[in-house]
């Protein structure tokens, strides 16, 4: 069984994420992290790994250099071996760039799944997994809060807007697991000092044959609404009968 | 420009998310709709009622299941067959997978999370939140083909009947697409309304100290007419079902009002509630955030505020 775990590499903290006004792109140039979402995708594949005893997991970025050091993470929990796709071409790659490029990276590994995690915390988004597919022609889903690996298939359990549902897709496929799966380990020191002598590969754009272009932009940047007016009040024993009364202000209970 | 909006369904109702969606979408040009399913009844004369000008329903046995795949047949083949293109989503599972696959076969540009949309000359610019809504984000395509998914709920839909003009749109639909199976589908919630379409909701933290607190929460709702919601911390405690969860790694909402009991509102919960109408937080600490975007905050013991909130709207409505 060969595992892929797609990770991405985000500026460390909430308050340190930043657009660049220049560039008018995520300021990456700091220090970067591991997805809190990813560590579960990375979990997920070591635990089907060890569950099966054999079997290898390959963690894919496409990212900056500094991407190196939240791959090292991957590979102190447990993880085989890494691949940094990295290349000027690359910055400011948009939803249908960083498809082309993870899916072609996918494509040279052929692992029979291929797992990511449920969002993106800095770009937000939710749906890579479903481009990347797209252009790899498997199958994929979403959203799995319990996965089973049965000979040839992959099943999940995942919730929708409109309660669970149970899902099953033949291998190779791709999977993006939510965050509610499992808890991920902590890496050991054992495993901080093994993650040195694994395999770290780099890749460039040219070597992955993409030619795709990025067909987003940012044109610019506002600050967010103000709400309007505000009142907060202390409960002095009549706390209920003021919200009764603003609820009837505001035409929300009759 | 004539915006083609996708319509999901579940149960036999068109969402409301995407009703949403499709009231907002006649501002910039009169909306076109896609159903796809199977044996959809009258969801067509409900997309009319609220404004749409034409509605392709792809029928298919093919397309009961609420997967991704096999819808990015049917757009892309509407879109090359109609001349749409721009195509309007709601956010949701179905929707963001679809829209990305979808941008990845055509190659066109995707936005999402938007809250906005509007035309400049011939391009289009869209509006989105950014890290945790610290700033908005003005986006634009460059293709031109232009996927668009906006966040959840955020457009109230109203009722704008058009004259019903159904096209049956017969559809391929590759072997590839139909690779996932539907196991077991989503069963129907058990009771209430679910939290993306309640107008009101209650949401309990962990300021209602346990499992048990959620009773207080449970009874308010209900004199409201409401659903229930939890934060993350609460469902991760065990306390309250994942579905009904609020935030950032939960659902987006938007309802009327939105009563938040013993929830401090960090920012992985406001932002999934804070397009609220109106926001009521009831919290015992005064420096809790959600006072900061609450439009009426009362700082007091929920254990007390609550009940009597409860009894005081019954005996309203009991006259």
């Not at chain 1, 089973?148 to 496929?173: D, I, S």
């Not at chain 2, 959840?152 to 749109?169: C, D, N, Q, T, Y």
């Amino acid at each position: 069984m060969k595992l892929a775990v797609c990770v991405k590499a985000v500026p460390d903290t909430l308050g340190g994420r930043r657009f660049d006004p220049e560039t008018r792109r995520l300021d990456r140039s700091g220090e970067l992290a591991l997805s809190e979402f990813d560590l579960h995708a990375v979990e997920e594949a070591l635990r089907l790994r060890d569950a099966a005893g054999t079997g290898e997991v390959v963690a894919l970025t496409l990212g900056p250099e500094q991407a190196r050091e939240p791959l090292r993470k991957a590979l102190a929990m447990g993880v085989d071996r890494s691949l940094l796709v990295s290349d000027q071409a690359y910055a400011g790659a948009d939803l249908l760039v960083t498809a082309a490029a993870l899916a072609a990276a996918i494509g040279r590994e052929a692992p029979d799944l291929t797992l990511f995690g449920q969002q993106s915390p800095d770009g937000e988004g939710a749906c890579l997994w479903a481009a990347v597919a797209e252009r790899l022609e498997l199958p994929v889903i979403s959203q799995v809060a319990e996965l089973t690996l049965e000979p040839g298939r992959v099943l999940g359990r995942r919730q929708t807007e409109y309660g669970y549902e149970r899902l099953a897709a033949p291998l190779p496929a791709l999977v993006a697991v939510s965050d509610s799966i499992n808890e991920p380990r902590y890496p050991s020191l054992k495993g901080i000092m093994a993650a040195k002598s694994k395999p770290q590969q780099l890749l460039a754009a040219s070597e992955l044959g993409v030619s795709v272009a990025s067909q987003t932009s940012v044109r610019g940047f506002a600050p967010p609404p103000e709400r309007g007016e505000r009142r907060v009040i202390s409960d002095d024993g009549t706390a209920a009968e003021a919200i009764l009364s603003f609820l009837r202000e505001r035409r929300l209970f009759a | 420009m004539r915006p083609l909006v996708f319509l999901e369904h579940h149960g036999g109702a068109l969402s409301r998310s995407s009703l949403g969606v499709l009231s907002y979408a006649s501002s910039l040009g009169a909306p076109a709709a896609l159903i796809a399913g199977h044996e959809l009844g009258a969801l067509a004369a409900e997309a009319a009622r609220f404004g749409a000008s034409a509605v392709y329903v792809a029928d298919d046995e093919r397309l009961a299941a609420p997967l991704p795949q096999p819808r990015v047949d049917v757009l892309e083949q509407l879109m090359a067959a109609e001349g749409f293109d721009t195509v309007l989503f709601a956010q949701s599972v179905l929707a963001s997978d679809l829209a990305a696959a979808l941008a990845a076969r055509l190659e066109a540009g995707l936005n999402w999370d938007l809250v906005e949309l509007h035309g400049e000359g011939e391009q289009l610019v869209g509006r989105r939140p950014a890290l945790a809504d610290s700033v908005w984000v003005e986006v634009g395509w460059s293709s031109p083909q232009r996927l668009a998914v906006f966040r959840s709920g955020i457009f109230e839909p109203l009722e704008r009947p058009a004259p019903l003009l159904v096209h049956a749109f017969p559809v391929e639909i590759r072997p590839r697409s139909l690779l996932v199976e539907l196991l077991e589908p989503a069963a129907e919630r058990p009771s209430g309304p679910s939290i993306e379409d309640a107008e009101v909701i209650v949401a309990g933290g962990r300021g209602l100290g346990k499992a048990a607190g959620f009773a207080l929460v449970e009874e308010l709702a209900a004199a409201l007419g409401g659903a229930v919601a939890a934060t993350r911390a609460v469902v991760d405690a065990g306390w309250y079902p994942y579905e009904t969860q609020v935030g950032q790694t939960g659902k987006t909402v938007a309802p009327k009002l939105y009563l938040a009991v013993g929830i401090s509102g960090a920012i992985q919960h406001k932002v999934g509630m804070q397009a609220s109408g109106t926001i009521v937080a009831i919290n015992k600490d005064p420096h809790a955030p959600i006072f900061d975007y609450a439009d009426l905050g009362v700082v007091g013991d929920l254990n007390e505020i609550v009940p009597r909130l409860t009894e005081l709207l019954r005996a309203a409505q009991a006259r």
